[in-house]
């Protein structure tokens, strides 16, 4: 049987928001690879109604998009009692070279209650084994 909201109760869930189609699906076929039930918005406002209804163990966010930015979507997210212990784990191209915007990412991410920051850059592996260290 399939079924596009049917998934495996023993898996861990990550839910990506990312407007860029591409990049969603290039992370959702390594996340499903690793071992994850995976499910990917590229509405930002479609992402929070669904991180309500599917409780993922983890979003994979992106910092900039349409209609809500990555910061409101988590706002949103952290003012609803039934999503507010989601982890949030930010992905952005957005890419300041220099060690101390690398660090001023890292640091606000954590200030505001993320779990972390990383960079679309970042091979694939290393964002699943971060998945894998937060969840």
Same mark, same amino acid.
């Given at each position: 049987?399939?079924?596009?909201?049917?998934?495996?109760?023993?898996?861990?869930?990550?839910?990506?928001?990312?407007?860029?189609?591409?990049?969603?699906?290039?992370?959702?076929?390594?996340?499903?690879?690793?071992?994850?039930?995976?499910?990917?918005?590229?509405?930002?406002?479609?992402?929070?109604?669904? @991180?309500? +209804?599917?409780?993922?163990?983890? %979003?994979?966010?992106?910092?900039?998009?349409? =209609?809500? &930015?990555?910061? !409101?979507?988590?706002?949103?997210?952290?003012?609803?009692?039934?999503?507010?212990?989601?982890?949030?784990?930010?992905?952005?191209?957005?890419?300041?070279?220099?060690?101390?915007?690398?660090? @001023?990412? +890292?640091?606000?991410?954590?200030? %505001?209650?993320?779990?972390?920051?990383?960079? =679309?850059? &970042?091979?694939? !592996?290393?964002?699943?084994?971060?998945?894998?260290?937060?969840?």
């Amino acid at each position: 049987m399939t079924c596009q909201i049917c998934y495996n109760i023993f898996m861990k869930t990550v839910l990506i928001i990312d407007d860029n189609k591409d990049v969603a699906d290039i992370y959702s076929i390594k996340l499903k690879a690793a071992g994850f039930n995976v499910f990917s918005f590229s509405d930002s406002e479609e992402g929070l109604f669904q @991180a309500e +209804k599917l409780k993922p163990d983890l %979003i994979l966010l992106d910092v900039v998009m349409p =209609k809500l &930015s990555g910061p !409101d979507f988590f706002l949103k997210l952290k003012e609803n009692s039934r999503t507010q212990n989601i982890k949030v784990l930010f992905l952005t191209a957005y890419n300041d070279p220099s060690p101390w915007g690398q660090v @001023a990412d +890292k640091q606000y991410s954590l200030k %505001i209650g993320a779990q972390g920051f990383l960079r =679309k850059e &970042s091979p694939l !592996d290393e964002v699943v084994t971060e998945i894998k260290k937060i969840i």
